[in-house]
């Protein structure tokens, strides 16, 4: 039996359930690889490429938005259903193969393992199951563009009957059937991924590792996963519905009606059945996307504060309270649809009470930071402006929870500058924070912190520029998804603060290149990482960089103390590691 | 770098705050009886948010300068938390949250539970890619039955409707594409779509709901001033979304009789 890079005591390993050999051949190993840290790995370079594709797809719609007549090299004038083909793909692939993948498929299958310090997922041919079914879909997805008619127009949120008659616009033919199924393909990846990640935290974690010393990065991961097996089921039923409609002849979505005064040969169904179970999953979403980034933020801001995290069980039941409400507020996107006015009532008061989880995280993260030895390092800075970012993008929230509010609000630009500041880009500075974080243990070098900073800065004020004006548009009633602002004289006004925030957008997606080019580069040529660079304290860091096979070379890790023993009093270091048995902390 | 970092934040949270405290770009200018209240519980809401938005992005600006590493001499504070300090924000937040949710309920109670009117000049708003088309019930008060099956949009007018011949209630009805209401009288509004969701947006109004196919949705509001008032659709409704327009005519009662007078001399 061949042993990791590590060390050679993989018998006892091999004792265990559901080891495996180190592979040897390029196909099992970098392929169809069972080993969770090459699994992430893929997840997170199938979400480096998604969000590079989405990135570029909004930087058209920037384009369009304010220059609708203009003629670019290679695509040629942008017509307004190919500006909606955009928003809806955009919004697709960020939200699928970006912001559920990177986080949780990407970085929680790569160390959910090793900081419980288990040698691999529960089930690794279901881990290499999920990866694989989520890369077909992307495959599906992206194939939507290259067919007759093109990729769908309905916006990433669908609404039937746009979404589920095919003579409802271009794209509404071949594209959106690929659409949904690519959709619904990503749902069973994801439900398998979700009941591995569940059963590794609950099953798996080392001796010593009581859930309450599981670094929040675990928790957030865990609960995630719960969302993610509670929230995609639905979204996969819903999924066949909407292709039995637009296919099978059924009328699950579609009442009695007509389309240029064609009868549609429907009856029956309800457009809202849609919009509830979508949402139903949609929401949730919300917190699979930004959750892993909240513990991610965690993580490492006490790290580099040198202090433990302030409030770790308030921080659990915060994760663990958004969770719950999380299911009970999907309503809060159809205050304006024809639901009954009654119900806002419900899930307005379940929105504004998931605000409180919410600013708990956010004043445990200035606890955090508080009385703290801050080290500027480019994880860090990321982490810093997630907080910020959250605080903005959370801050809107309470407006758009209002149905009164609603009224003047939904379905304008202030939603997403709500969404992207919270969702998109505070998340995003997760991901960010994370791959600064752990990119010296997942390729052994460093990145290059001048660059990071660059990137850093660039990146936190390009993204203020462009979405905090979309609340003014918000507010001055600019309605999102138009593909041209020129037929409505009360919009014209508008036209310069968009042609700013595509300025912006140009910059920032521009700045993109520099964490790229620092990422590429670092791989190959970034300086020697030690083990333990940032003098963490939880387990990843007690192993080889990069980690063996099995992650901790032959033995499982027995773990005496919480994650974020920092500064402790009396203690040789100014950390204490999570298995360390010399060191007794003082909790 | 803790200084460059407290700078960057507070400059982006002074920059961003200026341009709602100087209204540069704000609601546009109310012409309805909701105006008030729902501007009202905007400007409760957004002062609320406000003190919280600029004092949290400035504590995390001062903190990250004032506790940055400068060595050994700055040791971190081992602690891991305050239970009294979680319950009062714990408290705190949630009474605000629900606080404010309650104060906005009566307006929406009002807006949306409450049945129009008696006298409410009824208007039926039917949505259609990419068009909206407005329907008085003529002098019978009544409105007459559409059928799907004679829907044509390319003919426009009644004919877009699909307005049944056959039943006599439909021999007054008034078609337009422009919506006349007077003013200062509750305007009830019977929201219905063909095709897909469109949604029935009128910003100077603060009036927005969707209309939904297979739904008549029934919605009031009242204008309180004249003028010309633009409509757009607020819900993706296919590749023309962006040019699905119409315009709300808010005219005097005695302007507005003599309109719909001479719509329904039209008809005979």
């Known amino acids: ?144 563009f290259f067919v007759v008619g093109g990729a769908p127009l309905h ?149 580099f504060s040198r202090k433990p995290i302030f409030g770790y069980k308030a921080m659990v039941y915060a994760m663990l309270g958004i969770g719950l409400l999380g299911f009970m507020v999907w309503g809060h996107h159809m205050f304006m649809s024809g639901m009954s006015p009654y119900t806002a009532f419900a899930f307005s ?120 004006p979309m609340h003014y548009l918000g507010l001055a009633g600019q309605p999102r998804r138009y593909s041209q602002l020129t037929e409505l004289a009360y919009l014209h006004p508008l036209i310069p603060l968009n042609r700013f925030i595509t300025y912006a957008a140009i910059v920032t997606v521009t700045a993109q290149l520099v964490f790229l080019y620092n990422l590429l580069c670092s791989m190959f040529k970034g300086p020697k990482a030690s083990d333990n660079p940032w003098h963490a304290t939880t387990l990843e860091w007690t192993t080889a960089t990069p980690p063996p096979h099995d992650n901790f070379g032959g033995h499982t890790p027995v773990v005496y103390h919480g994650p974020y023993e920092y500064s402790v009093p009396g203690a040789p270091q100014d950390y204490v590691m999570q298995n360390d048995p010399a060191t007794v902390a003082a909790h | 770098m803790g200084l460059v970092l407290l700078c960057v934040i507070w400059l982006i949270t002074i920059a961003s705050t200026y341009f709602f405290v100087a209204k540069t770009w704000w609601l546009p200018a109310g012409a309805s009886a909701a105006t008030a209240v729902i501007d009202h519980q905007f400007a409760i809401t957004f002062v609320f948010m406000g003190i919280i938005f600029v004092a949290a992005q400035l504590a995390l600006g001062l903190f990250v300068w004032k506790f940055r590493d400068r060595g050994s001499a700055s040791p971190a504070g081992y602690s891991h938390g305050n239970i009294r300090l979680e319950v009062i924000w714990t408290v705190l937040t949630a009474v605000l949250f629900v606080g404010l949710n309650l104060a906005g309920s009566q307006i929406w109670a009002a807006e949306r539970f409450r049945p129009a009117d008696e006298g409410a000049t009824r208007v039926e708003v039917t949505g259609m890619q990419f068009a909206w088309y407005f329907r008085y019930p003529g002098p019978d008060g009544k409105f007459g039955l559409t059928k799907a099956e004679l829907e044509d949009p390319s003919a426009g007018g009644e004919a877009a409707l699909g307005l049944n011949p056959a039943d006599p209630a439909s021999k007054d009805d008034v078609v337009t594409g422009t919506m006349v209401v007077p003013v200062d009288r509750q305007v009830e509004v019977i929201l219905r779509a063909h095709d897909v969701i469109h ?70």
């Not at chain 1, 990407?106 to 989520?134: C, E, K, R």
């Not at chain 1, 059924?250 to 029956?268: A, D, E, V």
């Not at chain 1, 969702?423 to 243990?441: C, D, L, Q, R």
């Not at chain 2, 009036?207 to 819900?235: R, S, W």
């Open chain 1, 1 to 144: 039996m061949a042993g990791g890079p590590g060390g050679g005591e993989t018998i006892m390993v091999a004792q265990e359930p559901h080891a495996h050999a180190a592979p040897q051949g390029f196909i099992r190993k970098y392929i169809f690889s069972l080993d969770h840290k090459v699994i992430g790995l893929q997840y997170y370079f199938l979400a480096l490429t998604a969000v590079f594709v989405g990135m570029f797809l909004s930087l058209l719609m920037r384009i369009h938005l304010v220059w609708p007549a203009a003629v670019l090299p290679l695509l040629g004038e942008i017509k307004p259903e190919t500006y909606l083909t955009l928003v809806t793909m955009h919004g697709t692939i960020m939200v699928f193969f970006v912001l559920t993948t990177a986080p949780q498929g990407g970085f929680g299958n790569y160390f959910l393992p090793i900081q419980i310090g288990a040698p691999d997922m529960a089930f690794p041919v279901l881990n290499m199951l999920s990866f694989w079914t989520t890369f077909l879909a992307y495959l599906v997805m992206l194939a939507a």
């Open chain 1, 349 to 468: 008061i379940m929105t504004m009470a998931i605000g409180v989880p919410s600013a708990i995280k956010t004043f445990n993260w200035l606890g955090t930071l508080w009385r703290g030895r801050i080290q500027f390092a480019s994880p860090m800075l990321f982490a810093i402006g997630f907080v910020s970012l959250f605080v903005s993008g959370g801050l809107s929230g309470p407006f758009l929870a209002q149905p009164t509010l609603d009224i003047p609000l939904h379905d304008t630009a202030f939603v997403p500058a709500h969404f992207h500041l919270i969702m998109g880009v505070a998340a995003i500075f997760g991901i960010f924070a994370a791959t600064y974080y752990w990119f010296p243990k997942m390729f052994g070098r460093m990145m290059n912190e001048t660059l990071g900073r660059i990137h850093f800065f660039f990146t936190l004020i390009g993204t203020y520029c462009i979405f905090m």
């Open chain 2, 199 to 268: 949604s029935f947006f009128v910003p100077s109004m603060r009036f927005k709901q969707d209309a939904v196919p297979g739904l008549a949705i029934h919605m009031h509001f009242t204008p309180t001033q004249t003028g010309d008032f633009e409509i757009a659709c607020a819900e993706l409704c296919g590749l023309g979304h962006y040019k699905m327009h119409g315009m709300l005519k808010v005219v005097s009662r005695e302007e507005f009789d003599k309109w719909l007078a001479a719509r329904e001399a039209e008809k005979q």
């Open chain 1, 155 to 303: 916006g990433w949120t669908g609404y039937a009957p746009l979404s589920a008659l095919q003579s409802a616009g271009p794209g509404e033919g071949l594209g959106a059937d690929l659409w949904i199924t690519s959709i619904a393909i990503f749902c069973i990846a994801s439900l398998m991924g979700a009941l591995n990640f569940i059963t590794t935290t609950l099953d798996m974690r080392a001796r010593g590792m009581s859930m309450m010393r599981m670094p929040l990065t675990c928790w957030s991961w865990f609960v995630t996963a719960i969302l993610g097996l509670l929230a995609f089921g639905v979204l996969l039923s819903a999924g066949v519905l909407l292709l039995m409609d637009r296919n099978l002849g059924t009328s699950f979505y579609l009442p009695l009606g007509t389309i240029n005064g064609q009868l549609t040969g429907h009856k029956g169904g309800s457009p809202l059945l849609w919009q509830h179970l979508f949402w139903f999953f949609g929401h949730p979403e919300v917190y699979i996307a930004i959750l892993p980034g909240m513990g991610v933020a965690s993580q490492v801001l006490s790290t």
